[in-house]
Every structure is written in structure tokens, then in C-alpha cells.
């Protein structure tokens, strides 16, 4: 069994903006094909296969993401988040699989393994995948094992790999470990037994500055782990709905519609991977629509975003104490997304931010009328 602490690094990092992503239906089957070319009956020509890989590829990077994206038994396809490697595993049932890595629609290398491929991911200049109850991590750049197999009392259900190197393993036990491949050590150890079963997570990650993992549920609701704690903090109900501090108030928020429930969780997963201008864009979606529909609703986020009281608004705790680990900064965002988002109607509330913000946070701002429902 592979130590936590003999881990080394390997090949170049690259900048990561995880999301799930599937092949189409061509894209699959025309790799099918190159990766299996005895089942046809003729041999593919390398050009060949380089054309078809690149038209595949041209589809699958308008998604982007670096998850498994084909769920099928036989088949399974990872891609970078870069887009530039993409990696497909080939189970051939008792013959075991191969592997076939890609950069920018070439082949590059290939890598056989005596059992079939259940999770695959690829990302920070390093390819993971489960094999049974093993775990190997190859380099993506030359297909070499980089270390001995990691072995599991309990199978991988979900293998993640970031830009950083940080490697995150759910089992099916519901425990997750992450790995710094680059320092090396185990970072964190963990369990989500009491929370959910691994068939219910849809999304595993990491926060690239601590690699505290997070998961994000199919029922939509989004669980993040804190180290200094060894606790799991609830972020987004079944509901879909932040789990702001409730609001005392005889005016009852009226029902959101889903889409805009789940810009809410994608806000939460945008602050806990640190991605600035994906924050922004949900924020901004969220201010548009609460201004017109629910000033209530907007005033808590705003509380939270300040951490402090605005009106019977109180702040969330948890992200008042999560910006600051980050480069966003509660005011400006107040500042410069919230207020000019407010209309007529949100007088009242202008009026509180304005009291609550900090007095050297700039000139008194007018927040301009919305010019479209949103």
C-alpha cells in the first residue's frame, strides 16, 4: 500500500474551473471505435484517429469541466480544465481496460490495466482513476506510474483531481480523504456517513486554498467540510435555498422559482473555489431578480456579504468568515453589484446599506432602475 507521504510531483499546473460534463452521442461512439478497432475488423489509421478525436474534442471543450463525463459501463471520458488532455478509459470486461490520452485531439499515450476502469479524472499535470479496490495516478504528460497503487478497504466511488494537485476520493464507505500530490501528504480524512450516501453526491471539490472538500447533492443541497473544526456545515438546503439566518418578520418571502434557487448554490460553489468572476455573475443575478421580487431575501445576503445587522437581517456567519479567505471583499460588493441593482421600490433598503456600510467605503450611490425583468 502506497504511503500518504511518498508522493511527488510531476508536469505542469493549470488554472481549473471544475463543472460536470458528458460526450455526445457521435463523440462517443466514434471513440468507441478507435478504442476498440478489433471489434471492426480493421485497423484505424493514426491520422485517422487524430480526426476523429478532434472533432470529438471541439464538442466536448465547449462544456469544459474535469470530470468523468460518460457513465457507461464500457466506457468512460475525462477532461482536463483546460480542455487540452482529455482522457478515455476502454473496459473490455474480463481483459481489464485501456487507457488513451489525447492532447488537443492527438494521441499521445496509451496505458493497459489488468481490471476495468470505474472513476477516471485528470487535471494538474497528473491522471487518476480506480481499478477494483486500487487507485493508480499516472503523469499526464507521459502515462508513467508515478507511484505504487493505492489501495482501499472500500471501493472509489467519485475520484477528483484539481488545478492544484489536490486529489479527493469518496468511497463507498462515505469516507474522503484529499491528497496534496505536489507537498506530498494527506490533507484532510473525513466521512459523510452521517449526511448522505455516496450514490447521492453529484459533485465532489476541493477549496484550492485549504483543500477542504465540499460535495454537492442531486437533492441540490451543498455540504462543505471545515478542517479546524472537523465539522460539515449544511450551505444549501434540500430546498435549494442558501441557509441564510432566518429573518423575524411578519412579511412571508414569496416561493423562488428553481433556476434562481440553484444560482444561489452556484454562488456558494463559486466563493468555496475561489472563482471571483463566477461569484460576481451569480451575485448579480441574484440582486437583479430579489430587487423586484424579494427585498427581504437580498437584504440577508447583504447583511452576510457586510457581516454585520442590516435592518432585522442578520449576517451568516459562515460567509462572513469565508470572504476573507478569499480576494472578494464584502463592501465593494454592496458597493458596486448590490446597490445598482436596487430600484424605486427598494428605497428602504438602499437606505440600511448605505447606514451599514463602512465610512470610508465611498461617495453615497444612487443604485439605477432595473430596464428588464429578470
Not at 465547449?62 to 483546460?82: C, F, K, N, P, T
Not at 494537485?165 to 491528497?179: E, F, H
Not at 456558494?268 to 440582486?287: N, R, Y
Request: glycine share 6%; with cysteine.
Amino acid at each position: 500500500m502506497t504511503s500518504e507521504t511518498d508522493l511527488a510531483p510531476e508536469c505542469k499546473r493549470q488554472r481549473a474551473t471544475p463543472s460536470d460534463i458528458s460526450a455526445s452521442a457521435e463523440a462517443s461512439q466514434a471513440l468507441e471505435e478507435s478504442l476498440a478497432p478489433e471489434q471492426t475488423g480493421k485497423q484505424i489509421a493514426p491520422t485517422v484517429l487524430c480526426v476523429m478525436a478532434e472533432e470529438s474534442f471541439a464538442n466536448l471543450k465547449q462544456l469544459g469541466g474535469a470530470r468523468a463525463g460518460d457513465s457507461s459501463v464500457d466506457r468512460i471520458w475525462a477532461s482536463d480544465s483546460e480542455g487540452t488532455w482529455e482522457i478515455w478509459a476502454q473496459n473490455t470486461g474480463s481483459t481489464g481496460a485501456t487507457l488513451r490520452a489525447l492532447r488537443s485531439g492527438q494521441v499521445i499515450w496509451e496505458h493497459v490495466v489488468q481490471d476495468n476502469v470505474q472513476t477516471l479524472a485528470v487535471d494538474g499535470g497528473f491522471v487518476a482513476f480506480s481499478a477494483g479496490s486500487e487507485l493508480q495516478i499516472l503523469s499526464v504528460g507521459a502515462g508513467r506510474l508515478l507511484l505504487p497503487p493505492f489501495v482501499f478497504v472500500s471501493t472509489p466511488a467519485l475520484v477528483e483531481l484539481s488545478v492544484e494537485g489536490y486529489l479527493a476520493v469518496l468511497t463507498q464507505d462515505s469516507s474522503i480523504k484529499v491528497w496534496d500530490l505536489n507537498s506530498p501528504a494527506c490533507k484532510v480524512t473525513t466521512s459523510l456517513k452521517h449526511h448522505c450516501e455516496p450514490g447521492e453526491v453529484e459533485l465532489l471539490s476541493v477549496k484550492p486554498k485549504t483543500a477542504e472538500p465540499f460535495v454537492r447533492l442531486k437533492d441540490r443541497q451543498l455540504l462543505c467540510f471545515h478542517e479546524g473544526l472537523k465539522q460539515w456545515f449544511q450551505l444549501v438546503g434540500p430546498d435549494g435555498k442558501a441557509a441564510l439566518p432566518p429573518v423575524v418578520s411578519d412579511q412571508r418571502s414569496p416561493p423562488q422559482p428553481v433556476e434562481l434557487m440553484r444560482v444561489e448554490g452556484d454562488l456558494l460553489v463559486a466563493l468555496c473555489l475561489g472563482d471571483v468572476e463566477d461569484f460576481e455573475t451569480a451575485l448579480d443575478t441574484l440582486a437583479r431578480y430579489y430587487a423586484k421580487n424579494d427585498a427581504q431575501r437580498l437584504r440577508g445576503w447583504c447583511a452576510s456579504l457586510l457581516g454585520r445587522a442590516v435592518g432585522s437581517s442578520q449576517a451568516w456567519d459562515w460567509l462572513a468568515a469565508e470572504l476573507p479567505r478569499t480576494s472578494l471583499e464584502g463592501a465593494r460588493l454592496v458597493r458596486e453589484v448590490i446597490l445598482p441593482a436596487l430600484s424605486a421600490r427598494t428605497d428602504d433598503l438602499r437606505s440600511d446599506l448605505e447606514a451599514a456600510l463602512p465610512r470610508d467605503s465611498g461617495a453615497k450611490i444612487v443604485g439605477a432602475a432595473l430596464q428588464e425583468e429578470y
